[in-house]
């Protein structure tokens, strides 16, 4: 691992933290801050997901202590993306593909969001804020996050609800995605209304689909992803069907894999290659590969092959599970299917 700094080593990677300087504060005063993230319990859990995730092992390795938030009741918020009666399972589900995904080093703590939103207390803090929030500021604040196509109360609700988890998990940082930012900063709007202390937020950047450039990694296109527990075939042909020009560094997507995936978990890679195209290498960072790759040292093929059987290799424990209850799958949905 890099010899980083503890607020470099959290910072890194990330594509826009709220504020630096109260995060460097923070890990100033706390040897143990808590942070969380939170994961609606709506479609397949697949590599766009993991991208976030990948980052709770610098979190981890800076001694901060993390929750996963299962959102259950969020992703019923969100124009029913999950229906009411299938929370249960869609919550359980998600938690066993996160659990399976990485060998975490440290204990991650789960927590399902309707075991604390219900509650007396949270549901009086929801209303209150409501009454401070007007409908224009809470649909700005959801507009990148729930569908918004006919929007719903319930989709303006879901901003409120994801502030006060930030004070009902007890953390000091949120992380997300920076398509959450509407809502993380709303956050630090609302809660100190509440009389509540605002918190850092920390955003990490959004990857392409496997598709190439100005396309997102999305459930509903089976080609666009990888599923946690996808069979090691169909990962190498998606893999090599991906965005990965030669020398192109930019909005590069089996690029982005590594970087935000494969070397937070392992902190290197390595590229197996015939002698006559130079052997193996060890690339020990993300600015190693991409310099190798964008002056043409490293061919698309050699990398892409690396990363599928990385990813191969890595979600043996999801396929197999997933392999072993079939009937989960099938009771979730057919866009559930491996």
Known sequence: MQDLSRFELVKRNTAEVITDEELKSLLLIKKTPAAYIGRATTGPLHLGHLIALGKIFDFQRAGIDVKILLADIHAALDDLKAKWEDLDKRAEYTQKCIELSFDWPSKITFIRGSDFQLKHDYVLDMLKASTGTTVERATRAASEVTRMKNPKVSELIYPLMQSLDEQYLDVDIQLGGLDQRH????????????????????????????????????????SSHIKVYESRESIKKKIDAAYCPAGVVEDNTVLQIAKFLIFPAENKMIIEREPK????????????????????????????NAVADYLGSRFTKAREYFEKHKDMLEALGPEFSA
């Open 183 to 222: 809502i993380l900063a709303f956050a630090r709007e609302i809660l100190p209304r509440l009389g509540y202390a605002k918190r850092v937020e920390i955003m990490t950047p959004l990857v392409s689909s496997l598709n190439g450039p100005g396309t997102k990694m999305s459930s509903s296109i089976p």
């Open 277 to 304: 195209f130079g052997g193996d290498v060890e690339i020990d960072s993300p600015e190693h590969l991409e310099s190798l790759f964008k002056d043409k040292k490293l061919h698309p093929t050699d990398l892409k």
